[in-house]
């Protein structure tokens, strides 16, 4: 008498296949453009090529764990919180927005982070998050929106690095996963909104009329100061960097000072 017990890889590759069929059926190869497109912190060049060649888009554990973590919070955070509408589809001079949750008086977004440490003003992911609710505020006309970032993990500090890896410790009072939420608000008459609507739709057109010339040589490459980071595990590097141009104009832009990084632009209060 035994009871058998072993691996198993077919299930986790039914997900992957199925998320891949997915995704294979939402593939963005008309000429929609969403404002996850177009942040300035998602690379326009990396949004174009993932369009013009969606099979090289591979789909792995990794993104399987993260399609499922954010799918699934985002569900149960929008059935708990029962505040409104969730993906309602706004549209703005063709730009597409589906915030998470929206009522008659603000915009939620919600994000799901691994991150070991706690994001804020200083952290660029967070001004991404920021800049995506900034831009459902300018869609909506809205002049209040929360964001709400979900931890999945304690917070851990980096140590040091050798050449067997990082290492990490864990605190005393270490924060535990938790859910942080955050209010934005941006006055009706504030200039930074004008200046925000112009930033969104002019990424927005370049973005469009480089995807309908097939032509990617319109939009800028992250700033060289930035490439190290940003550039340098991108799956399209050798064809971004040594094989499609970048032209004047997207040269110019890429040297652009981003409003929001401009200090004193955000009044934070971290209490
Ligand atoms: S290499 Fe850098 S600039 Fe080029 S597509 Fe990738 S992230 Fe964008």
């Known amino acids: 008498m035994a009871?058998?017990?072993k691996p198993n890889h077919d299930f986790p590759k039914l997900l992957i296949e199925n998320l891949k069929n997915h995704y294979d059926e939402k593939k963005r190869l008309n000429h929609e453009v969403?404002?996850?497109d177009i942040l300035l912190e998602n690379c326009l060049r990396k949004q174009y090529y993932k369009r013009k060649f969606p099979d090289l888009n591979t789909v792995d554990n990794n993104s399987l764990i993260h399609f499922i973590r954010g799918e699934s919070s985002e569900y149960v955070i929008t059935k708990l919180a029962n505040i409104g509408i969730s993906q309602r589809d706004l549209e703005f001079d063709g730009l597409i927005a589906h915030p998470d949750i929206m009522n008659n008086?603000?915009?939620?977004e919600l994000k799901d982070t691994m991150s070991q440490k706690r994001l804020d003003i200083n952290n660029e992911k967070f001004i991404s998050y920021i800049r995506q609710l900034l831009y459902?505020?300018?869609?909506?006309?809205?002049?209040k929106g929360i964001l709400s970032i979900i931890y999945n993990s304690e917070e851990i500090k980096f140590l040091k690095s050798d050449e067997k890896g990082d290492y990490f410790f864990r605190p005393k009072n270490t924060k535990k996963p938790e859910i942080v939420s955050w209010t934005i608000f941006l006055s009706k008459d504030d200039v930074l909104r004008e200046i925000l609507k112009n930033e969104m739709i002019r990424r927005k057109n370049l973005f469009l009329m480089a995807l309908l010339n097939n032509n990617i040589s319109s939009l800028p490459r992250f700033p060289e100061i930035q490439r190290e980071s940003k550039c340098?595990?991108?799956f399209f590097y050798d064809?971004?960097?040594n094989v499609d141009g970048e032209d004047i104009i997207a040269q110019d832009i890429s040297k652009e000072l981003d409003i929001l990084s401009i200090t004193g632009i955000f009044d934070f209060k971290n209490r």
Do not use: W
């Open 34 to 36: 969403h404002v996850s």
């Open 232 to 234: 340098s595990k991108c």
């Open 3 to 5: 009871i058998t017990i």
């Open 105 to 108: 008086e603000f915009i939620i």
């Open 239 to 241: 064809r971004c960097m």
């Open 136 to 143: 459902y505020l300018i869609i909506s006309g809205y002049e």
